[in-house]
C-alpha cells in the first residue's frame, strides 16, 4: 500500500535550518510528483512547492524561493524539503503528499517549532 | 496572483444540506481546475474533490463540487449532513505553475 512517513518533530532556533524526510512506499517513486504544504498553528494550508522525483527541477511557491530546497533521493524513495533562516513565523506543520490528479495521499505531518 | 475567498465558517444541521463558496479574486474560475480538500482536527487533509466536480474513490456520493462563471466562483455542497462531516475544508487552483489555496471554513454540523 502507499504509505509517505515524514521525519519526526523538531525543534530549532531562528536562523537556523532544517530538513524534512518524507519516506515514499508501496508505488513507482519516481512516477509522481510531490507536493510540499505547510500549515501554521490554527491557520490554513499554504503550498510551498513541488518535488519531481524523476529528476526534474522542482518548482517553488515565490514567497520561498531562495530559502527552499527540494531533493529526492531514488535509493531510498525519499523525498526532502529544506529551508534556511527559520524565524518564528515558519513554526508549522509541513506536510508531504503525492499528487496523481490531485493530492491522493499525504504524510502524517512534520512539526517544526522555530523558538529561541 | 489571484487569491481564492472562502467563508470563515458555516453551519447545518445533520441530514441537510451545505453549500461552501471559493470565489477567485482575478482571471476566471475555469482557467484552472479547483480542488476541494478536507481536513478534520488532527488529522492530514485529504481529497474530497479533484478537477472541479471530480470525487476520488471513497468519498460519499454526498459530496459534489462546481464552477460558476457568472460569479467566478467554485462550490463543495454537501447533502445529508452528518456529524462526521465537521471539519475544514479548503479550495484550491492554479496560477501558472503556482497552486493557490483558499483560507478555509470551518463546517460546524450542529
Known amino acids: 500500500q502507499v504509505q509517505l512517513v515524514q521525519s519526526g518533530a523538531e525543534v530549532k532556533k531562528p536562523g537556523a535550518s532544517m530538513k524534512i524526510s518524507c519516506e515514499t512506499s508501496g508505488y513507482t517513486f519516481i512516477a509522481y510528483y510531490i507536493y510540499w504544504v505547510r500549515q501554521a498553528p490554527g491557520q490554513g494550508l499554504e503550498w510551498m512547492g513541488i518535488s519531481n522525483p524523476s529528476g526534474g527541477s522542482p518548482r517553488y511557491a515565490q514567497k520561498f524561493q531562495g530559502r527552499v530546497t527540494m531533493t529526492s533521493d531514488t535509493s531510498t524513495n525519499t523525498v526532502y524539503m529544506e529551508m534556511s533562516s527559520l524565524t518564528s513565523e515558519d513554526t508549522a506543520v509541513y506536510y508531504c503528499?503525492?499528487?496523481?490528479?490531485?493530492?491522493?495521499?499525504w504524510g502524517q505531518g512534520t512539526l517544526v517549532t522555530v523558538s529561541s | 496572483n489571484f487569491m481564492l475567498t472562502q467563508p470563515h465558517s458555516v453551519s447545518e444541521s445533520p441530514g441537510k444540506t451545505v453549500t461552501i463558496s471559493c470565489t477567485r479574486s482575478?482571471?476566471?474560475?475555469?482557467?484552472?481546475?479547483v480542488q476541494w480538500y478536507q481536513q478534520r482536527p488532527g488529522s492530514s487533509p485529504t481529497t474530497v474533490i479533484y478537477e472541479d466536480k471530480q470525487k476520488p474513490s471513497g468519498v460519499p456520493d454526498r459530496f459534489s463540487g462546481s464552477i460558476d462563471r457568472s460569479s467566478n466562483s467554485a462550490s463543495l455542497t454537501i447533502s445529508g449532513l452528518k456529524p462526521e462531516d465537521e471539519a475544514d475544508y479548503y479550495c484550491q487552483s492554479s496560477d501558472g505553475g503556482d497552486r493557490v489555496f483558499g483560507g478555509g471554513t470551518k463546517l460546524t454540523v450542529l
Open positions: 482575478s482571471g476566471s474560475i475555469a482557467t484552472a481546475y
Open positions: 503528499a503525492r499528487w496523481t490528479y490531485y493530492l491522493d495521499y
